[in-house]
């Protein structure tokens, strides 16, 4: 009887540490990020709103001088978020579709890529304003 009740004590220790990793990862997901790209880019910023699994984005840049919008949704999944994007205010030779975005928290980093849905790929990453 007593191996069963450190069983348990155990099995929810371990449960609560889980769920409370996996809160505090999506904590840091949450706010005002800027884009890591080259100097054709300028005032590149992106929001990320968390609720409870879903995630809320906007992204604004400018790419040589001409401004770029998009917003979407997704989803959350510990230290990851998948969202796709509809283009708002497109840069012509990018195109006006959209795409998705798979983007993974590291330290103040998100970090991974997109692919457009005509079918373009290319790494993403954003810095924690």
């Given at each position: 009887?007593?191996k069963?009740?450190?069983?348990?004590?155990?099995t929810?220790?371990?449960?609560?540490?889980?769920?409370?990793?996996s809160?505090?990862s999506?904590?840091?997901?949450?706010g005002i990020?800027?884009?890591?790209?080259?100097?054709d880019?300028?005032?590149c910023?992106?929001?990320f709103?968390?609720?409870?699994?879903?995630?809320?984005?906007?992204?604004?840049?400018?790419?040589?001088g001409?401004?770029?919008?998009?917003?979407g949704?997704?989803?959350?999944?510990?230290?990851?978020?998948?969202y796709?994007v509809?283009v708002?205010?497109?840069?012509?030779?990018w195109?006006?579709g959209?795409g998705?975005?798979?983007?993974?928290?590291?330290?103040k980093?998100?970090?991974?890529f997109?692919?457009t849905?005509s079918?373009?790929?290319?790494s993403?990453?954003?810095s924690?304003?």
């Amino acid at each position: 009887m007593k191996k069963l009740s450190y069983l348990i004590t155990a099995t929810l220790l371990i449960l609560c540490a889980c769920e409370n990793q996996s809160k505090n990862s999506t904590k840091g997901i949450g706010g005002i990020w800027s884009d890591v790209n080259s100097s054709d880019f300028n005032n590149c910023f992106a929001t990320f709103s968390i609720e409870g699994d879903s995630v809320f984005v906007t992204h604004y840049l400018e790419y040589k001088g001409r401004s770029f919008f998009e917003k979407g949704s997704g989803i959350v999944k510990g230290d990851s978020i998948i969202y796709h994007v509809d283009v708002i205010r497109p840069i012509p030779e990018w195109g006006s579709g959209g795409g998705t975005h798979y983007l993974k928290l590291k330290k103040k980093s998100l970090k991974g890529f997109y692919i457009t849905d005509s079918g373009y790929k290319g790494s993403l990453e954003f810095s924690k304003k």
